[in-house]
């Protein structure tokens, strides 16, 4: 006879009980799938002709033709663009890896130009949909199931940027951005909750208890996957870097002044990045220096330096509790370590000192001149030289618009007392998110998540 705790009969009553939720999640991510094939006779013409919808769109079907002539090996140079030198290729390579991965499977390994077409088709439409997965988990773990159930329902019937870059025949890069970026944060939100739940620090790896150890590993390590998936889609993907740092540094803040160790946080780091920095490899362009718009040392300087910092963290946080230092002087110790850092780096490396100290304002900073009148890379809060909101509330209601924000300062006033660790992830990621598309209304998509 088996008794009520037995993990058997745990196991299949939380099947049980989550499989309502499941269930739901599924019938949403349909619904956004059927809301993204809207567009079906726009782009599948009577005559048999595929229209995508964008430019970029185009190049990527051609770059995605030329990788199924060449497979498995995708151009990263194009010499009919920039005459008479050429150019490498910035869009990152997943996308079309994916597309022309399927286009292979649903071909038996000789797909015809009809079905490449209809894979790239659908690609962006079924990867939209796929979101709501991510952003269903994600709920959950900040309040609850029902919260992750209305959190999905929202962002499959999302208007604005995300809907209009996963829709049927947009066959571009940014819904692959959105999807990985927020697989992401999911997956290092679980690494963080397991490890700290499990009271996990640098003790139980050197002593190899992986019965602590093992599930904070395993998230992390996938973790690392998805953030090499979204910097593989978009190589500007240290921006979600740079979200992870600036939340380290907060809840490393936040645990000292509580007397509890940021190790779990360390180990979660490391690995995390550790992961991203292999993965990324293969993929460098050595002769191209350090660039944040193609694939160079930069990315994996970028990983090197999250993992150098994330140890930093542990270690002088380590050091203030064997000293018995004051917790306000924490802070100050940071503040001091990183300003060291960027002088290093400015006598070592000059041009990478630059990038770093550059790169925030090109992103969060709003654009003038010729820039500006690039329609994607204008800030969502001006509008020929003046504030204006209807551009933000347009892109999310009003309602979702006001109400993020609200939540986000829920969650600062839930700082004050003492937060958990996914709560202060939501909150830094979402403000990070905001100061982006400040700069350039672009990152809507990203931000219709944190909506």
């Known amino acids: 006879m088996i008794s009520q705790d037995h993990p058997a009969t745990t196991l299949k009553s939380k099947i049980k ?69 050429g150019s490498y290729i910035h869009f990152g390579p997943l996308f079309d890896q994916m597309m022309a991965i399927t286009s292979l499977i ?157 190790d779990y946080l360390g180990f979660t780091g490391i690995i995390t990045f550790l992961v991203s920095a292999i993965l990324i490899l293969p993929f460098i362009h050595p002769d191209m220096g350090f660039s944040m718009y193609y694939y160079t040392w930069f990315h994996v300087a970028a990983a090197i330096g999250a993992m150098a910092g994330f140890a930093a963290l542990s270690f002088v946080q380590r050091e203030f509790k064997k000293r018995n230092l004051k917790n306000y002087y924490y802070p100050v110790a940071i503040l001091g370590l990183g300003i060291l850092a960027l002088l290093a780096t400015k006598i070592v490396s000059p041009s990478i000192f630059s990038l770093i100290i550059n790169a925030p304002n090109s992103v969060f900073g709003v654009l003038t001149g010729g820039a500006a009148t690039i329609g994607e890379v204008s800030s969502m809060f001006y509008y020929d030289g003046s504030f204006t909101l209807l551009r933000a509330t347009g892109s999310f209601t009003s309602s979702g618009f006001f109400a993020s924000i609200l939540g986000m300062i829920i969650l600062l006033v839930g700082i004050f007392r003492k937060a958990k660790p996914a709560e202060v992830l939501v909150l830094i990621w979402s403000l990070l998110m905001l100061f982006a598309i400040y700069g350039q209304n672009r990152f809507a998509y990203y931000y219709s998540i944190n909506v």
């Open 17 to 85: 009980s989550s499989l309502p939720y499941t269930l739901a999640v599924a019938i949403i991510g349909f619904v956004s799938l059927w809301i993204r094939m809207r567009t079906y006779d726009s782009v599948f013409l009577s005559n048999g002709f595929v229209r995508f919808l964008t430019n970029d769109a185009w190049y990527h079907m051609r770059t995605l033709n030329v990788l199924l002539e060449n497979y498995p090996h995708r151009m990263f140079f194009n010499p009919m663009t920039n005459y008479p030198n």
């Open 106 to 262: 649903l071909g038996l390994g000789s797909p015809s130009q009809d079905l490449v077409n209809t894979v790239g088709a659908y690609f962006p439409a079924v990867l939209g949909a796929l979101t709501v997965i991510p952003v269903y988990y994600i709920g959950k773990y900040l309040g609850g199931r029902k919260t992750g159930i209305l959190a999905a329902i929202l962002i499959a019937f999302a208007p604005g940027q995300f809907l209009q870059r996963s829709l049927l025949g947009f066959t571009d890069h940014h819904v692959a951005e959105s999807l990985f970026s927020t697989l992401f944060i999911m997956f290092f939100m679980l690494a963080i909750i397991t490890a700290k739940q499990k009271g996990l620090n640098f003790n139980h790896v050197t002593a190899k208890n992986f019965t602590v150890i093992k599930e904070p590993l395993i998230y992390s390590i996938i973790a690392g996957v998805m953030y090499s998936a979204y910097q593989l889609s978009w190589p500007g993907a240290p921006l979600f870097l740079l979200v992870a740092m600036v939340y380290a540094v907060v809840q490393y803040v936040l645990d000292n002044f509580h007397g509890e160790s940021g």
